[in-house]
């Protein structure tokens, strides 16, 4: 059951109306840092409601991403937000949750948890987006790890 949309299909998929989760992390060289950006977009346009999480630490690129999604998908159930599609520009990861990957590590731990998440919007499938198409949730994960700098 693998989804694959280049960015182009974005517009055929995203009515104005359709509810839609972005994800994204940005990571700090100097201090060890995360930043997580999720976007609740109504079409490509409007923005529903959007947060930010400032992470201490950092670990692999692919494990933010995965931290990234795993707080996108809970924000969306403590806020009550059903998205009809969720997006994190990580083709890995995608691939990875998408698929039956699984082995003993952190990683494969919080996909787990993703996919339990993932079972409360079962008509919601987790697609690639391009990073282009995914700058909203960047930006505010680098925005996070900003605002911290300035503490």
Known sequence: MAHHHSSADLDQLLLPSTPALFVDDALSTDAPATG???VFMQGLSHIQKSTKIFKPGASSPIFAEAQA???GLQWCMTSN???RFIFS???NLVS?????WHDYSPLST???QIRTFL???PEA???HVSRQRNGNAHSLAKLALRLRDED
């Open 36 to 38: 997580i950006g999720m």
């Open 69 to 71: 999604l795993y707080e």
């Open 81 to 83: 937000l059903t998205p």
């Open 89 to 91: 520009d990580c083709l």
């Open 96 to 100: 990875k949750v998408n698929g039956n």
């Open 110 to 112: 919080l996909i787990q």
């Open 119 to 121: 079972s409360r919007f």
């Open 125 to 127: 499938p987790l697609l």
